[in-house]
């Protein structure tokens, strides 16, 4: 299997979006695709031994788009080419609009008699005359208005129909039906009909929609502003340190293992590990942490972020695509073009859209003529049906909400990895919140330490060797911090064998000929050690909210230590502000039931689940997903698992809503859907806060487009003239077709005011 991301050229509404998706799927091999309209792409999975990209474009080409690969360097600028082709289209239909708008002008003013029945003394006669009428409208027609017909003529060539369908078939027989008044005027004479035509409304509804296309093109540009602020950031130069001498590179010479001096005031401008030096960084701009981490030899440093006032050295660790800026640039666009499941019901209606809106012009021209026997009133209604019809509106409504929620979750140190997860987010009604490095620090400190044979002959410094030699193994938080005490006891450590691991439980390993056990109270019981001895320590330790290990060795138990781990300064916060917002807040841990208690007293959290495995906890969290008691009107619980480690991958997949803390686990974060990048727990509030705002915006512009074409059309049908004796002049309805797609755009767009709110 292979992915791919393609560039779309050529598309005009959502039906169009829908025609290449079939195309695309069409071709053998290809296993999944997503067109999304607002993005203008397209991510397609496929079988690369059936399918390719030439295939596939050649795919799109015969369904009459165009396409091309996104550029493999995530960070690289727009090519020139690219910028020069969207000026193009932009000063191309600014032309046109004026050019348009200039005739239509004159043709209104010339329509003025007729459609007022009053004689204007100060408009020439000559703008009446039909022939002349002809000569102003026939360029708007075949020039202003190419791109209509054209895209209309292929889509029918291939079976399909989309908004140019509607707007080439309204204005064309606006057109025919004025050609065929001019040239034979008696023939509408004889049949009591005055023969008025109607140029104007072809040419002011192409110019009007093409304004409308215009202000839409410009304004769904900003959509990516996320994307290109966070491509912004990199640095263009380093300083790179080479055969002793200090030289300036281009980004793209940086190499890994290259050393680079940063000065102060400097932007970083790839990943890296400080080897020499001291410094703060300020890493707002890519993590959202607000305050300057400080930075000494190995501590990582990420390219984009902003030194101090100090200066250090770093060596190169990842460059170009590795980098951690292009993976949240990557992740942003890969969410930018997903769909969220609410569009589903968008993309159905689209689908039958254009045909139904054809069918029901159809029938408008049927009941007019066949009641009425007026064929001017017949064409009008029929015209205007066709005109006010948008399926761009509906296909607009949630991709372009979804590209700038994602684009705001980014600048606030929150990645979110698809529409699904951002849509889910909103619905969470318990929320699982790991202990160590999520609601602490994950960084704990050895506090005590006693050993049943005391201090004499250097019985507690032996003890401290023998156990910190084998949690130097372990990656767990815990092993770091011993290894960390006994390194500021000046213990040196020395060689292992059979070194094993037992998750949730404890390590051990032959040390010096000696077996160390380290762990749980309870697998040392298991193992039929008596952990009694120090058990009044341990208590005692537990209350106070600390973490307890024991070690024996050989089989008897020989010491004990406290382990504190201090809470994150935002964790009791975070957890009111949860509440406030009616979450159920649950407490998830592999530590023992009174340490759990402890903790969880201190940030308020009532649910605790105390003393559990690593392998216990998805269960836990399907467990919690059952619970439907609460919720009856739903088929399950919205259960979402906050973790960093290793041992939380399982439940983060196995929750509807995975929160990484993206100081954690590369594991840990793969299996997120969503990953606070700077570990503050702000960013699950503002993450189900965004969630809440983008639904809403997406709600919004659902009900302006359905209830838009909804009641529009009707009233193009003419379906108030039988009672008021009022019809939808095609121009009306023109502008108010140009202005929907508009209107849903600029909806989406106050998204880029969302603001936090702040927790207390």
């Known amino acids: 299997m292979d992915t791919l991301t393609l560039k779309l050229r050529g598309m005009s509404c959502a039906g169009c979006a829908n025609n290449i998706e079939k195309a695309i799927r069409s071709v053998p091999g290809v296993i999944d695709c997503n067109v999304n309209f ?33 550029q493999e360097e995530l960070l690289s600028e727009e090519d020139d080419a690219e910028i020069a082709s969207r000026q193009a289209l932009q000063r191309e239909l600014f032309l046109k609009v004026i050019v348009g708008g200039v005739i239509s002008i004159f043709l209104f003013l010339g329509s003025l008699p007729m459609m007022t029945g009053l004689n204007f003394s100060l408009i020439p006669s000559f703008l009446q005359n039909p022939w002349v009428q002809l000569a102003l409208t026939t360029p708007v027609i075949f020039w202003c208005g190419r791109s209509f017909y054209r895209n209309g003529w292929k889509t029918l060539k291939r079976h399909t129909a989309t908004m140019d369908t509607l707007i080439a078939l309204g204005t064309s027989a606006a057109y025919i039906y004025s050609l065929f008044v001019t040239v034979f005027p008696k023939f509408f004479i004889a049949q009591g009909l005055i023969p008025h035509v109607y140029y104007e409304v072809a040419a002011i509804v192409i110019t009007l929609i093409l304004l409308g296309r215009l202000l839409e093109n410009r304004a769904r540009g900003q959509t990516s502003e996320a994307i290109r602020k966070l ?14 001498l200090e030289i300036d590179v281009p980004i793209a010479e940086v190499r890994i293992n290259d050393v680079i001096l940063v000065r102060p005031g400097e932007k970083i401008p790839v990943d890296g590990e400080v080897i020499a030096g001291a410094s703060t ?40 695509n590795d980098t951690f800026l292009a993976q949240i640039v990557k992740l942003v666009q890969q969410a930018q073009g997903s769909k969220a499941p609410i569009q589903r019901l968008a993309d159905q209606v689209t689908g039958w859209f254009v045909p139904a809106v054809i069918a029901i012009a159809i029938a408008t021209f049927v009941i007019w003529f066949n009641f009425t026997g007026n064929l001017t009133l017949a064409t009008m209604t029929t015209v205007g049906v066709l005109i006010i019809a948008c399926p761009c509106a509906l296909g607009l409504a949630t991709p372009t909400s979804v590209m700038v929620g994602t684009g705001k979750g980014a600048e606030n140190g929150i990645l979110i990895k698809g529409a699904d997860s951002l849509e889910l987010a909103h619905k969470i009604q318990t929320i699982v919140l790991d202990k160590t490095g999520t609601l602490t620090q994950g960084k704990p400190t050895v506090t005590d330490f006693v050993t049943v044979n005391g201090t004499a002959n250097g019985n507690e410094i032996k003890l401290l060797q023998l156990a910190a030699t084998v949690e130097r193994n372990s990656e767990h938080p815990l092993a770091e911090a011993v290894v960390k005490y006994a390194q500021s006891q000046e213990v040196s450590l020395t060689e292992v064998k059979n070194f ?42 537990e209350t106070a909210g600390k973490t307890v290990i024991l070690i024996a060795v050989d089989g008897e138990l020989q010491g004990i230590m406290g382990i504190a781990d201090a809470l994150k300064p935002s964790s009791t916060a975070v957890v009111k502000a949860l509440q406030k917002l009616g979450l159920e807040v649950v407490m998830l841990t592999g530590d023992n039931r009174k340490t759990a208690d402890a903790i969880a007293a201190e940030v308020g959290i009532q649910r605790i689940f105390a003393e559990v ?33 290793i041992n939380d991958a399982p439940a983060l997949a196995q929750a509807d809503v995975g929160i990484a803390i993206g100081t954690g686990t590369d594991v840990a974060i793969a299996a997120s859907d969503i990953t606070l990048i700077s570990g ?36 193009a049908a003419g379906i108030l003239f039988p009672i008021f004796g009022w019809l939808l002049n095609p121009i009306i309805a023109g502008a108010a077709m140009a202005l929907s797609s508009l209107s849903v755009v600029s909806n989406a767009l106050r998204l880029r005011k969302f603001q936090p709110k702040a927790i207390s």
């Open 38 to 70: 607002g993005a203008e792409q397209a991510a397609i999975r496929y079988d690369r031994s059936l399918a390719d990209l030439e295939k596939i474009q050649t795919a799109i080409a015969a369904a009459g788009y165009s396409s091309y690969s996104l």
């Open 231 to 244: 491509i912004g950031l990199q640095a263009r130069d380093a300083r790179v340190i080479r055969n002793g």
């Open 281 to 320: 960084v300020d890493e707002a701009m890519v993590t959202g942490e607000s305050l300057p981490v400080k930075k000494q030899p190995g501590d990582e440093v990420i390219g984009a972020t902003i030194n101090g006032a100090g200066a250090f050295q770093f060596r190169v660790t990842r460059v170009g």
């Open 500 to 541: 094993q691991a037992n998750a949730g439980s404890g390590v051990q390993a032959v040390v010096s000929n000696q077996l160390v056990q380290i762990g749980t109270q309870r697998w040392l019981t298991e193992l039929g050690i008596n952990t009694m001895t120090l058990q009044q320590y341990k208590d005692a330790w």
């Open 613 to 645: 495995r690593p392998d216990q906890k998805a269960a836990i969290i399907q467990s919690l997903q059952g619970e439907i008691e609460r919720f009856p009107n739903s088929k399950s619980k919205i259960v979402a698992m906050v973790g960093d480690g």
């Open 680 to 715: 503050d727990l702000q960013g699950i509030v503002t993450a189900i806060q965004l969630s809440h705002a983008t639904i809403n915006n997406i709600k919004q512009n659902l009900f302006f487009a359905f209830i838009y074409n909804v009641i529009g059309i009707p009233i």
